[in-house]
């Protein structure tokens, strides 16, 4: 089992910035995917970004290509969503999980085994 759990959303203006952890504990993420996803008040769980196990491979969304940034430290079992420019649009609960399948870029929330609790983002314009 992996545990993960999300911090740092809160409140922020429009072009603002913040920066998403997600810790894991239970067992090392050094052997998954990591993913984030969010989802706004009356809307589907979306695909934001995903990084490779080693970190080599990252995808994006669309909507935040160029805005958003996934990192990792295996070290510190730790995944990261840095989060630039900020639009009232990227108003959500932001939520990480795990993929154990690494040979694939997974982009719906059905490939994910483990899932954090979430932590709202909110952006004011």
């Known amino acids: 089992q992996v545990q993960l759990v999300e911090s740092g959303g809160g409140l922020v203006q429009a072009g603002g910035s913040l920066r998403l952890s997600c810790a894991a504990s239970g067992r090392t993420i050094s052997n998954y995917n990591m993913g984030w996803f969010r989802q706004a008040p009356r809307k589907e769980r979306e695909f934001v970004a995903t990084i490779s196990w080693r970190g080599g491979s990252t995808y994006y969304a669309d909507s935040v290509k160029g805005r958003f940034t996934i990192s990792r430290d295996n070290a510190k079992n730790t995944v990261y969503l840095q989060m630039n420019s900020l639009k009232p649009e990227d108003t959500a609960d932001y939520y990480c999980?795990?993929?154990?399948?690494?040979?694939?870029?997974?982009?719906?929330?059905?490939?994910?085994?483990?899932w954090g609790q979430g932590t709202p983002v909110t952006v004011s314009s």
């Open positions: 999980a795990a993929d154990p399948t690494t040979w694939r870029t997974a982009r719906t929330p059905a490939d994910y085994t483990y």
